[in-house]
C-alpha cells in the first residue's frame, strides 16, 4: 500500500510542477502531463516503475473524457454546422485513413489489422490542443477557426466506430465475412437495449436522487452512471469508453446534465492528467535516442500528408488560400484520441509492443508541435481573426442570460425575458421545480449554483450578465462574491430582502440589487394616494424622489 501510496505523491507533485510551468510558456497541460510522465518513468529519473497498474486506472480518465464529450456533442449542435461537419469533416477523415493506410500497408511490415486501425487512429488531430489554442487566440469564431472546429467535431464522432472497430479486432478467429456482421449486428442490438432502458429509467432516478436533496449522493450517482454503462458495454465485448459515451448521449437533454458535469469533473481532471502521465512514463526515450532519423521521418511525414490533404480540401470546400493554409497547419497534428485507441489496442493484443512505442513516439512529438504550428498559421493570416456571423458557440456557453434560482421571482424574471426573445438559461436546486418548468419547455436545469464548475458548464464563463433571484441570502452573497472574484467584468443584478442585505450586496460585488420590501412598499401607497385624490403628477413624483433616497443609502460604502 505505502508503494502504491509513493507513486501518486510522486505522479501528484510531478503534476503540480509541470502544468504550472507548462501555461507559463503557453502549452497546453496536456503536454505537460506526458512530459512529466516521461521525468517520473523508466525512460526519466525512474522514480516509479509500476506503469502497468497505474495505466489500468488511468484508462478510467479516457472513460470520463468520453462521457463529457458524448454530452457536449448535441444533435443541435451538430445540425446548425452539418455542411461543415458531414462534409468537409467526414471527407478529412476517410481520406486521411486511407492515405496513411495504403502507405503503410506497401512500406511497412504491418498486420492487416493494425493498419486497419493505425491509418484512422493518426488521422484524427488533438481536440485538446487545437481549441485550447484557438480560444487563447480568439479566433474560434473566424473562418478558419470555424472550418477546425467542424473537423473536430466530426473527428470526436469518428473515435466511437474506432471503439468498436478496437474490439471487433481484438476477436479471436474473426472473419470478414459473417462473423464481423453477426459481432455489429449483435453490439448495435445490445446498444439499442442501453439506450432506450437509459432513456426510460435515467431521467426518473436521477430526479428520485434529487429529491433525496444530498449532494454526496448525487455524486455517487454520476459516478455510477458512467463506470456502470461503462463496465456493461465491456462486458458485452465493446470498450468502456463507448459506454461512457453512450451514457454522455443519454443524459445530454437531461436537465440534471449541468449538475452531473459538475460533480464528474474534478474525477475526470484527475484521472485524464493521470492517463496522459501513464502514455508519458511508457515513452520509450531509448528508442528516439536509437532511431531519431527514423522516428523524426514518421513525425515529418505525418504532419506533412495531413497538412497537405487538409489545405486541399478547405480549399475546395470555398475557402481562401490562406485559411486553408491555416487550417491545414493547425490540424496536422495527431491527437490524444490515438494515444487513447493505441493504448486500447495494445491492450487487446492488435499492435506489437515495438510498434506502440514507435506510434507513441510520432504521436506525442507530432502532439509538441502544435504550438509552432499555430503561431505559423496567425502570421498566414497577417491579421487577427475575423468573425464571422455564422458563428459557433465556444462551449459549453448555453445563453447569455443566466438565472440563479427559478422560483417564484426567478420565473417571473423568465416571462419577461421570453416576452422580448431575450434568451436564459436557468438553475434551480429544487428537482420540482426544474420538473415542471421543463414540461413548459423552459431552459431550467438542476444544480447547486455554487458549484464553479455548473456555472461554467451552463455558460457562465461567456455570459454578460447573470440574474441572482435566490431566497437564501448566505447563498446569495456567497455566490455574489464568487462570480465578482471569478469573472470581474460580469454584470451582476440580485435580489434582496432588505436594506442591510442589499448594501452588503453592492459591497460583494453586484451590479445592481433589488429589494423585495422596496417595491411592495412604493406601490401600495402609490395607490393610496391614486384614492385619496392627489393628482399623478405629485404622486410619480413623491415616489421617484423616495425611490431615489433608497437607492442612494445602496451605494453608501
Known amino acids: 500500500m505505502s508503494a502504491y501510496l509513493a507513486d501518486i505523491i510522486i505522479l501528484l507533485i510531478a503534476a503540480v510542477i509541470a502544468v504550472p510551468l507548462f501555461k507559463i510558456i503557453k502549452l497546453d497541460a496536456v503536454p505537460a502531463f506526458i512530459i512529466a510522465g516521461i521525468v517520473v518513468g523508466p525512460s526519466g529519473l525512474a522514480l516509479i516503475y509500476n506503469i502497468t497498474e497505474i495505466s489500468h486506472l488511468a484508462e478510467i480518465g479516457v472513460v470520463f473524457l468520453l462521457f463529457v464529450i458524448g454530452i457536449e456533442l448535441k444533435p443541435s449542435r451538430l445540425w446548425r454546422m452539418k455542411k461543415l461537419v458531414f462534409g468537409l469533416g467526414l471527407l478529412q477523415v476517410i481520406l486521411t485513413s486511407i492515405i496513411l493506410s495504403v502507405a503503410m500497408y506497401f512500406l511497412l511490415d504491418l498486420p492487416l489489422r493494425t493498419i486497419i486501425l493505425v491509418g484512422p487512429a493518426l488521422a484524427l488531430s488533438s481536440t485538446a490542443f487545437v481549441l485550447q489554442i484557438l480560444t487563447e487566440q480568439k479566433a474560434l469564431t473566424s473562418t478558419y477557426g470555424r472550418a477546425s472546429f467542424a473537423i473536430l467535431l466530426l473527428q470526436d464522432l469518428a473515435v466511437v466506430p474506432l471503439l468498436a472497430l478496437v474490439s471487433l479486432l481484438a476477436m479471436p478467429n474473426l472473419s470478414i465475412g459473417e462473423d464481423i456482421i453477426y459481432a455489429l449486428l449483435e453490439s448495435v442490438v445490445i446498444l439499442l437495449l442501453i439506450i432506450l432502458s437509459g432513456r426510460y429509467f435515467l431521467h426518473k432516478i436521477l430526479h428520485q436522487i434529487a ?171 497577417r491579421k487577427p481573426a475575423v468573425t464571422v456571423t455564422n458563428n459557433i458557440p465556444n462551449k459549453p456557453i448555453e445563453a447569455p442570460i443566466v438565472i440563479a434560482g427559478f422560483g417564484r421571482v426567478g420565473h417571473r424574471i423568465g416571462e419577461i425575458l421570453t416576452m422580448v426573445n431575450k434568451p436564459f438559461v436557468a438553475l434551480d436546486l429544487d428537482p420540482a421545480v426544474v420538473e415542471n418548468e421543463r414540461k413548459n419547455n423552459q431552459p431550467v436545469f438542476y444544480g447547486d449554483v455554487c458549484k464553479p464548475e455548473l456555472l461554467k458548464s451552463v455558460g457562465a464563463a461567456n455570459a454578460k450578465l447573470m440574474i441572482i433571484s435566490l431566497n437564501n441570502i448566505e447563498t446569495t452573497q456567497t455566490l455574489v462574491s464568487t462570480l465578482r472574484k471569478t469573472y470581474p467584468k460580469m454584470i451582476i443584478y440580485v435580489r434582496g430582502h432588505n436594506i442591510e442585505q442589499c448594501k452588503k450586496l453592492r459591497n460583494l460585488g453586484a451590479s445592481g440589487v433589488v429589494s423585495d420590501n422596496i417595491e411592495a412598499s412604493i406601490e401600495l401607497p402609490h395607490l393610496a394616494m391614486q384614492t385619496a385624490g392627489i393628482d399623478d403628477y405629485k404622486n410619480n413624483r413623491v415616489l421617484t424622489e423616495f425611490r431615489d433616497k433608497y437607492h442612494a443609502k445602496l451605494n453608501e460604502k
Open 211 to 381: 429529491v433525496a436533496d444530498n449532494s454526496e449522493i448525487f455524486t455517487a450517482t454520476a459516478l455510477l452512471i458512467v463506470l456502470g454503462i461503462s463496465f456493461i458495454t465491456e462486458q458485452i465485448g465493446l470498450s468502456m469508453a463507448m459506454g461512457a459515451f453512450l451514457a454522455g448521449l443519454l443524459i445530454s437533454d437531461s436537465p440534471y446534465r449541468h449538475q452531473i458535469m459538475a460533480e464528474i469533473h474534478p474525477f475526470r481532471g484527475l484521472l485524464l492528467g493521470l492517463f496522459f502521465m501513464s502514455m508519458g512514463m511508457a515513452f520509450n526515450l531509448q528508442l528516439l535516442i536509437e532511431k531519431p532519423l527514423v522516428t523524426f521521418t514518421f513525425v515529418v511525414a505525418l504532419l506533412g500528408l495531413k497538412f497537405l490533404i487538409l489545405t486541399a480540401l478547405v480549399f475546395r470546400f470555398g475557402f481562401n488560400k490562406s485559411n486553408s493554409l491555416a487550417v491545414g497547419l493547425m490540424l496536422a497534428q495527431s491527437g490524444e484520441f490515438a494515444l487513447v485507441l493505441f493504448a486500447l489496442a495494445f491492450n487487446s493484443n492488435i499492435i506489437s509492443e515495438q510498434v506502440f512505442q514507435q506510434l507513441l513516439l510520432v504521436v506525442i512529438l507530432s502532439m509538441l508541435t502544435t504550438p509552432i504550428l499555430a503561431h505559423y498559421a496567425q502570421r498566414i493570416l
